[in-house]
């Protein structure tokens, strides 16, 4: 699957996949999910990245995938790369797995109900090891203790960059950014009643 990445990427994000290949591989050793999903969903997760807008719009316009169709409301049209990337995934590569495809979907906005599989495709993207900025670290550290509270810090890191820097935020990630602290707040509250 390597070479076939290869022919389609920039050998820039080729070197990124990999990476995030390698970690999203130790966290799925971890956590107890399939080695091998996580691999195919970071090997592919960025399979479109690299693709014009107008190819993605093109893309998600005549599809009749459900998930792609609703994340295609998007204001943020970068964040397209993702569901488009699960769709390239399946047609050209022949992913049929739902998990595999909804974290490649998933791997750039989040969303409220992320499985295992989904979370490490997320966090591995935005830790693998040639990332560099502030936060980061604050992220990794807590990888191989809480997913769930790692996801809630780059939820919101991701969101104070973008208000910052006055990007378009999709609502699939404020959704996610809500969903991620309520579950940190009723953690919480659960440790304060024991």
Known sequence: MVDLVA?????????????????????????????????????????????????????????DDPLVREMAETFAPVVLHAPVGALIARRDFGVDDPEILRAIALHTTGAPHMDRLAMIVFLADYCESGRHFA??????????????????????QTLLYLRQNSRPIDRHTLDAMAAFARLAAEDSQRLHQG
């Open 7 to 63: 022919g389609r990427v920039p050998k820039k994000r080729l070197k990124h996949m990999l990476r995030v290949e390698t970690l999203a591989v130790r966290l799925a050793r971890f956590w107890g999910v399939s080695e091998e999903k996580a691999s195919v969903a970071s090997l592919l997760h960025d399979i479109a990245r690299d693709e014009p807008e107008s190819f993605l719009l093109e893309l998600v316009k005549d599809t």
């Open 135 to 156: 936060g980061v670290e604050e992220v990794r550290s807590v990888l191989f203790s809480s997913l769930e509270t790692a996801m809630l810090r780059a939820l919101e």
